[in-house]
T-cell receptor, first 112, second 111 residues
Framework: GQQLNQSPQSMFIQEGEDVSMNCTSS?????WLWYKQDPGEGPVLLIA?????ELTSNGRLTAQFGITRKDSFLNISASIPSDVGIYFC????????????FGKGTMLLVSP | DAGVTQSPTHLIKTRGQQVTLRCSPK?????VSWYQQALGQGPQFIFQ???????QRGNFPDRFSGHQFPNYSSELNVNALLLGDSALYLC??????????FGPGTRLTVT
């Protein structure tokens, strides 16, 4: 099945550093979402974006819906050890249906 | 307010067997979607149920079937299990086409 292109594949950073990751697609999406998944658990919704160009924050997390509707970015400021996990982007193609297309994820490791 | 719940947590089956996984949606949600997540991959959409009917289906064979009950809970059935069906099966609920919230998943191992 189709998957979005997510980069980087993994990141290993020091506590306190800022993190950036992105997601691209060959198709246009009407909604972009970012999820975090911890080992052995289901994905947890972090941020949802509904309009091209939209910039939305959730605490130390900031995400943007690309103007072309084919990409999205997630930034984490002042990382802490509990930010460790796998971050997934997901796109929703049609507003009438909520099926999601996911990227392969970015694994984030934070060193204390 | 209970979130999405799934049962069982883990399951081991043999090739050729059949399996049923269960999902209870978050309170107030009426739509249930099922995803398969292979190791190291993002979730792949299997199908979605709304008003007790399959509304949309991903690229999965007919061995994968489902059901939604009047209380909005749902089941995923997989027949004639293959080794490649080993994965984490995730259920997500939503209120119609709004944000989806995932359950913890069922880890299926086929031997």
């Amino acid at each position: 099945g189709q998957q979005l292109n997510q980069s980087p594949q993994s990141m290993f950073i020091q506590e306190g550093e800022d993190v950036s990751m992105n997601c691209t697609s060959s198709s246009i999406f009407n909604t972009w979402l970012w999820y975090k998944q911890d080992p052995g658990e289901g994905p947890v919704l972090l941020i949802a974006l509904y309009k091209a160009g939209e910039l939305t924050s959730n605490g130390r997390l900031t995400a943007q819906f690309g103007i072309t509707r084919k990409d999205s970015f997630l930034n984490i400021s002042a990382s802490i050890p509990s930010d460790v996990g796998i971050y997934f982007c997901a796109g929703q193609l049609n507003s009438g249906y909520s099926t999601l297309t996911f990227g392969k994820g970015t694994m984030l490791l934070v060193s204390p | 307010d209970a979130g999405v719940t799934q049962s069982p947590t883990h399951l081991i089956k043999t090739r050729g067997q059949q399996v049923t996984l269960r999902c209870s949606p978050k309170s107030g949600h009426d739509t249930v979607s099922w995803y398969q997540q292979a190791l190291g991959q993002g979730p792949q959409f299997i199908f979605q149920y709304y008003e007790e009917e399959e509304r949309q289906r991903g690229n999965f064979p007919d061995r994968f079937s489902g059901h939604q009950f009047p209380n909005y809970s749902s089941e995923l059935n997989v027949n004639a299990l293959l080794l490649g069906d080993s994965a984490l099966y995730l259920c997500a609920s939503s209120l119609d086409h709004y944000e989806q919230y995932f359950g913890p998943g069922t880890r299926l191992t086929v031997t």
